[in-house]
Structures are given as C-alpha cells and as structure tokens.
C-alpha cells in the first residue's frame, strides 16, 4: 500500500457525560472509568479550524480528524448557496452541503453517499500494520462506502449487511479480494446485521468497527458542516438531516460546538431538526414522547417496518439515542425536532429537486428535503435564517454511466448461529 506522508492528528479522550480526559489507546470506544454509558469525544490539540486543502479530499480537515495516515481516492463534501430550491421555498440563506457524485459542483465521492467521509477517517485511524480483520455492519450505504475505500487501499475487511440490501452493493469495478460480503437472510434487518458482527467479533481475529462510538466516525461526518462554514463563514442557524441512527447529527452538534469554541465563526445556536422515513419512526416516536429512553418497538414490527421504506438505510433499531452524548442530548441542547417523510413524500422531492438543483438525491437525503419544506411551511425556520441542509447521497444517475458491478455476498449466514459457527465459516473464506 502506498501513503501520503501524514504527521498523525494530536488529541485526547474526553467522556461526554464526566468530561474526563484520557489517552487514545489507539481503538478506544468507551471511556474505562465512565460510571454510566456515554460517548467520547476527540479533543484536539488543533483549537481553531484550518483547512488543509494541500492533502486533498476529505483530508483537507485533517486537523480534526482523529487519523494516523491518509488514504487514497477520498473526496470532501460541497456547499453551495441554493437558488432553485431556495427560490421554491422562500428562503434567502439556504445552503446545500452535499456527499455524492456530480462532478458539475465539484462533487466526486465514488460511492454516492456521505458514508464516504466515515469510511476514510475510519480507516486512516487503524494502524498500517494492524493484523486483525475490520468488521463493518451496515444497512447498504456504509457497505458500499466501507467496501470502496478498503478495496482501493488493500485494508482487510468483513462487512455484515441484510441480504435484501444487497442491491446497494454496486460499484464501476471488481472489489479487491481484501473485502468479503456477510450477508443475514431475507427478512432480516439491519440489527440483524448487527448481531452478526458483534458474534464474529468473538474471535480475535477480527475487531469491530464501533459505529457511533467510533470518534473517527462521527468526526469523518461532522466534515459537512466543516464544508458549511468554509462556504458561509459561519455555524448555520438550523440544520437539516434525514438519519436512521442520528450519527451524523450528533457528529455536526459536535463539530459545531469546536467551531464556537474557535471564536471566529460565531455561537453554537444551531437547532438540529433531523427526520425518518414512515413507517419506521423509532427516533420520532422517543422524542415525541419526551424520553430519553427509546420508544418500544418489536423486532417483527422492525424488520417489517423497514421493509416498507424507501430510504432503507434510515432503519436502525438500536440507535446510539439514549446514551449520554447521544442523538437525545443534542436535540434537548439545540432545541431540536424530529420530522416525518413519507415514501410519496420521498418521490415527489425526488423530482422537485432534480427540476430546482439539476441532479438526483437519494431517497433517504429527499426525507431532509422534504423536513426542510414541511419546516418552512409551519413558520420553525424563518426566510433569512442560515440553514444548512445536508444531502447526505446522490448523483446515481450519473455514476452509473460510468459503468456497474454488483457484489454479491460471500455468504450467507443466519444472525442465531452459535459465535463459533459464524466465526469458522468466515474465517475459512478469509
């Protein structure tokens, strides 16, 4: 493997709950002496924001990116100010950050998908000469994100994944045997994926990629409203997105929060108004009923519910919500909301915003357009507010001119299978 020379990023471990500080013992997840479950933060020795725009793509944050190296093909999201769909709602200070392909506005991630910035500083934070196996669970964009990037730059990895998402596994060339594709069977959801990864997690062998606990995760995603203030000078008045586990908005509260403690860009004001897709309204349903506990929900009612929609990739039923630090405490502290879009609603922004912006959306970043509307429409954001709206995918259309190769899994393999069993049959294909 080839890398570009890299000094690694400097920074601690803060506990969001205790603010304690520690080491990074170089895969922390938790804080060891935290006396309750809480998320940890990366404190860097870099206080102000400075881009380095010398290390190219997404590595151009690299100063807030907790990484020891950098990897090659990553690309930044891009923010522009909004004329069509600015025009069409009434808004005079929207800006659009968006992750996909469209090389017009300078957009150029591979895979279509926001989960391009988790992947490359999830991977430039493993050591080079790590043994182990990364494990990555996913309900399709992450997989196809995480698949790339190890692909590209030879890191060796496990991706878990529902076998009826597999549709979402395409790309413009055959994947490096490096990657292999575990698949649960039809009818299984994503926490089904889940299970399965934390079972293989079992052997030493192989590590777990951590998810929202991952700080090389949520910092990766906070790279949007990086994107933002670089564009519009400033910490947006309210920010838009559609999540399924609300990683990437706690990921934007956090980085909003370095950028107030800057001084240069203004005060963290920002209400963070995130949305789901009916019927899989788990988020939606624990705010509305004002707990921090999240809300009852069957894995029958679930795996069904997600199903249904459209935005699949939005139906997470173990989200880091409650846990302190987590999505509940960042719409308590930004006097946030929580937004529902139908699978109509899906289609019919789909087409507005392709005739008002002049490319294709998917369907889950359509479900933040549509929270966007609905907003507007119910007089919670004004016509000069500053307003960050997140498109987190899109740009299909035109990727796949460029050709498409679907992966199938490697195996498929029932989440209630013993640990033992999971962990021979994907070692023997390893």
């Known amino acids: 493997m080839q890398f570009l020379k890299f000094k690694p990023t400097v920074y601690q471990l803060e506990n969001a709950s205790t603010g304690h500080l520690f080491e990074d013992d170089g895969w922390a997840m938790s804080d060891p002496l935290s006396p309750e479950p809480s998320l940890i933060r990366a404190v860097y020795s870099e206080k102000q924001f400075q881009p380095r725009p010398e290390l190219g793509g997404l590595y151009r944050y690299a100063g807030w990116l907790p990484i020891k190296r950098t990897l090659r093909g990553s690309a930044a999201p891009v923010t522009y100010k909004s004329k069509g769909l600015a025009r069409f709602l009434g808004l005079n200070n929207l800006y659009i950050t968006f992750s996909g392909w469209v090389p017009k506005i300078g957009a150029r991630m591979k895979t279509c998908s926001f989960k391009e910035t988790e992947a490359y500083s999830v991977c430039a934070r493993i050591d080079r000469n790590e043994k182990r196996t990364l494990i990555v669970q996913s309900a399709g964009n992450t997989a196809r994100a995480f698949a790339q990037v190890c692909s590209d730059n030879g890191i060796p990895v496990v991706i878990c994944i529902p076998e009826d998402n597999k549709h979402d596994l395409w790309f413009h060339r055959r994947l490096n045997r490096c990657v292999k594709v575990i698949a649960v069977p039809h009818g299984c959801d994503y926490f089904d ?49 559609a999540v399924g586990s609300g990683t990437g908005a706690i990921a934007a509260w956090e980085n909003a929060e370095r950028l107030a403690a800057d001084g240069r860009f203004g005060e963290n004001r920002m209400r963070v108004f995130v949305s789901q897709n009916s019927p899989f309204t788990l988020i939606y349903d624990s705010w509305k009923a004002c707990s921090r506990g999240l809300a009852e929900l069957s894995p029958e009612v679930g795996r069904r519910n997600a199903e249904v929609i459209l935005a699949k990739v939005l139906s997470n039923r173990k989200p880091p919500y409650s846990i302190a630090g987590g999505l509940y405490d ?3 502290k930004s006097r946030g909301d929580v937004y529902l879009a139908s699978n109509d609603d899906i289609v019919y922004w789909l087409l507005q915003f392709r005739n008002l912006e002049g490319y294709d959306l998917l369907p889950a970043a359509c ?34 001119k460029r050709g498409c190769v679907p992966k199938e899994p490697d195996l498929v393999l029932s989440p209630d299978l013993p640990a033992e069993e999971i962990v021979k049959r994907v070692s023997e294909i390893l």
């Open 193 to 241: 994926a889940i299970t399965l990864g934390e079972k293989l997690a079992a052997s030493p062998s192989f590590f777990l990629e951590g998810g929202a606990k991952n700080i090389a995760r949520r910092d990766g995603m906070g790279t949007t409203i990086l994107s933002f203030v670089e564009k519009a000078g400033r910490i947006p008045d309210v920010y838009f997105q």
């Open 330 to 332: 960042v719409l308590v």
């Open 367 to 400: 479900v933040a357009v549509s929270s966007l509307a609905r907003s507007v429409q119910e007089g919670a954001v004004g016509k000069d507010d500053l307003i960050m709206l997140n498109c987190t995918g899109g740009g299909i259309l035109g990727s796949m």
